[in-house]
């Protein structure tokens, strides 16, 4: 090869394409797009006999996240997005689009209640938001133009678990689709595609990841819905990038491992809050699945505690405005999450000033519950 001058040797500088097969772990295809030895090889790309052409459309690394995601979830097809926003974005869209109508929860994480309810409208879609823990209430609010109802398998912050048979099956009655949050309960616990519902969302961000380095979303569910969705992802240039997709799959080799001991935690932690004077309510679901029951506890403190106080005393346990990594942290929803809501939105769905949501971490489950008693203990007020 006459690579004569420095300019051209230093393009074409490749490792032997070689020395990367036959690797334990996935390689990282840090590549925005794919070549081609000649036209026809390009043209088998259209054909369908090639895979890969541009990684904003589809990438080995986004293709292993989602794929190995979506047979956890039991469902027929994955793919990975951006974040958990542009995975639900891009999920809606390949249901509904101008001229529909969507119901949903009125208790679904802040950023999801915002795209929702202020987002939407500029792709035309009408909006609806009920209370799902009536499902009259849901019907109630379906019209002609209705074509999905959205919410979340365990809600945030005060973690009601959704009938999901319910649902699905009320869907069937209107033939409407059914989409599903599911990154509180995550696929160790439930398989929302398995009662019914047609796609998963997931903030890969959360428990898929479950080290707070990446931030992604995933789609799993109906092969044909999955195949809209990804073309809106690609259109939005909502793709993830090739290393965060590797880092979450990576992540997401130790799920069940984690869930257990974070479940296990959590029950525990429930357990003593309920005997704890100065707690005034413990919201963690009673049963989730046979694995557990979840990570995620929501505490309404008693007035005799000092907000602030308690926020300055727990010690190694630090406040983020995010969940489901491996060390314990707390959150405050009044604040961060349902900072967007009105008053009115936020009595509503019982966010006050007392509310702190944590989520647990793999510690010692004592030494967790020691650190919440203590904090507890140092805020109490004259
Ligand atoms: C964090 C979260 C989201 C949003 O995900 P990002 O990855 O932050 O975009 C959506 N739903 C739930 C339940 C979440 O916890």
Known sequence: MSHSSFETKVVHNKVDQETISNSKSTPIYQTSAFTFKDL??????????????????????????????????????????????SAILAGILAIAGSGDHIVAAEDLYGGTHH????????????????????????????????KLLYTESITNPFLRVEDLQGLV?????????????????????LNPCEAGVDLVVHSATKYIGGHSDVTAGVLAGKEEIIKRAVKKVSAFGANLSPFEAWLAQRGA????????????????????????????????????????????????????????????????????????????????PLTTSHRSLTDEQRAKVGINKYVVRLSIGIEDADDIIEQFREAIEESLGE
């Not at 823990?133 to 002609?144: H, T």
């Open 40 to 85: 026809s090889h390009l043209e088998s790309y259209y054909e369908g006999n090639s895979p890969y052409l541009y990684s904003r459309e589809r990438n080995p690394n986004t293709d292993e996240l989602g794929d190995s995601i979506a047979r956890l979830e039991g469902a027929e097809a994955g793919a990975a997005t951006s974040s958990g926003m």
């Open 115 to 146: 795209l929702i309810s202020k987002e939407l409208e500029t792709f035309g879609i009408e909006v609806s938001m009920v209370s799902f823990s009536n499902l009259q209430e849901v019907e109630d609010s379906i019209k002609p133009h209705t």
């Open 169 to 189: 099956k009320l869907a069937n009655k209107y033939q409407l689709s059914t989409m599903v949050d599911n990154t509180f309960a995550t696929p160790y616990l």
């Open 253 to 332: 080799k130790t799920l069940a491992l984690r869930m257990k001991q974070q479940s296990q935690n959590a029950e525990c932690l429930a357990k003593s809050f309920r005997s704890n004077p100065h707690v005034k309510h413990v919201y963690y679901p009673e049963f989730v699945s046979e694995n557990g029951h979840g990570a995620i506890v929501t505490i309404e403190l008693k007035k005799s505690v000092d907000i602030e106080r308690f926020f300055q005393c727990l010690g190694w346990v630090k406040i983020a405005p995010t969940l489901a990594g491996v060390e314990t942290t707390v959150s405050y």
